[in-house]
């Protein structure tokens, strides 16, 4: 069975840092792709960061390059997703998630964690 169980959300105030985990079981993150997304208040989930599986390239949607940054630890099989300089309109519900990365999205989502809330303060 394949499980994604996140950590690290919580409250900051503008500028604060988060880091954001995901423990993946039942897949090696290694062989997947895996993806973070987000959700705002009222607004559709978007995609956030994606790392590829094998040479672990990464991606970060353009609006978020130069503060967030997504990694992943192979024999911990988790992957990570830093949060710097946060801003109040990157509040939301956050995600993990497993499944197929083409170009700059994940395409197929196989599996999603149970997100946790990320809230900035002014």
């Known amino acids: 069975q394949v499980q994604l169980v996140e950590s690290g959300g919580g409250s900051v105030q503008t500028g604060g840092s988060l880091r954001r985990s995901c423990v993946v079981s039942g897949y090696r993150v290694s062989h997947t792709c895996i993806a973070w997304f987000r959700q705002a208040p009222g607004k559709e989930r978007e995609g956030v960061a994606h790392i590829y599986p094998a040479t672990g390239a990464t991606y970060v949607t353009d609006s978020l390059k130069g503060r967030f940054a997504i990694s992943r630890d192979n024999d911990k099989n988790t992957a990570y997703l830093q949060m710097n300089g946060l801003k109040p309109e990157d509040t939301g519900m956050y995600y993990c998630?497993?499944?197929?990365?083409?170009?700059?999205?994940?395409?197929?989502?196989?599996?999603w964690g149970q997100g946790t809330q990320v809230s900035v303060s002014s």
């Open positions: 998630a497993a499944g197929v990365c083409q170009g700059w999205k994940m395409s197929k989502v196989d599996y």
